[in-house]
T-cell receptor, first 114, second 113 residues
Framework: AQSVTQLDSQVPVFEEAPVELRCNYSSSVSVYLFWYVQYPNQGLQLLLKYLSGSTLVKGINGFEAEFNKSQTSFHLRKPSVHISDTAEYFC????????????FGGGTRVLVKP | EADIYQTPRYLVIGTGKKITLECSQT?????MYWYQQDPGMELHLIHY???????EKGDLSSESTVSRIRTEHFPLTLESARPSHTSQYLCASSEEAGYNEQFFGPGTRLTVL
């Protein structure tokens, strides 16, 4: 079964500094990859997705992620964060071999400090 | 505008009450899901449906039940709420075909006293 690991449960970062959130998954056969953001007391909103093609994916709010098949990773980055980026971030993997079942990581809480 | 709605957003009730959390989507999606999420924690799939009259239990055992009588509507019911049911409940939907990008509602935060 697919498993998704977000290596950092919390990431404190100063405003305007870069941030990287790490995500690794277990099966590399055929996957689609997603990053979602959850603001307090809200549902999940899609940041970006990798379906095929270029391994560097750009999303909303200045975020981007890079798919690395050999390392089974899909790390999320932003070169300069804002206070408004304080939120919980979830990596998710849709495994084609398992009928496109979506598996979520445990989440990374980003706290942007002024 | 295509969207997914959940009501109520917040609910505080006493132990033993029957409750129904509503979820509706206007995107015409066949697949719908319910997740349970404790504050600051990961999502746990508790129910899903691949279409009308189709419901399945998810990865996390739950005392709740669901129904899918109409494509757009996927309500979740607790017959007798307990404090252990206190949590956030998120509803999502996705297209039948494709890569299972899921669209989420705003959630219902349930507190059982």
């Amino acid at each position: 079964a697919q498993s998704v690991t977000q290596l950092d449960s919390q990431v404190p970062v100063f405003e305007e500094a870069p941030v990287e959130l790490r995500c690794n998954y277990s099966s590399s056969v055929s996957v689609y990859l997603f990053w979602y953001v959850q603001y307090p007391n809200q549902g999940l909103q899609l940041l970006l997705k990798y379906l095929s093609g270029s391994t560097l994916v750009k999303g909303i709010n200045g975020f981007e992620a890079e798919f690395n098949k050999s390392q089974t990773s899909f790390h999320l980055r932003k070169p300069s964060v804002h206070i408004s980026d304080t939120a919980e971030y979830f990596c998710a993997v849709s495994d084609r071999a398992a009928g496109n079942k979506l598996t979520f990581g445990g989440g990374t809480r980003v706290l942007v400090k002024p | 505008e295509a969207d997914i709605y959940q009501t109520p957003r917040y609910l505080v009730i006493g132990t033993g009450k029957k409750i129904t959390l509503e979820c509706s989507q206007t995107m015409g999606h066949d697949k719908m899901y319910w997740y349970q999420q404790d504050p600051g924690m990961e999502l746990h799939l508790i129910h899903y449906s691949y279409g009308v009259n189709s419901t399945e239990k998810g990865d996390l055992s739950s005392e709740s039940t669901v129904s899918r009588i109409r494509t757009e509507h996927f309500p979740l019911t607790l017959e007798s709420a307990r404090p252990s049911h206190t949590s956030q409940y998120l509803c999502a939907s996705s297209e039948e075909a494709g890569y299972n990008e899921q669209f989420f509602g705003p959630g219902t935060r349930l507190t059982v006293l």
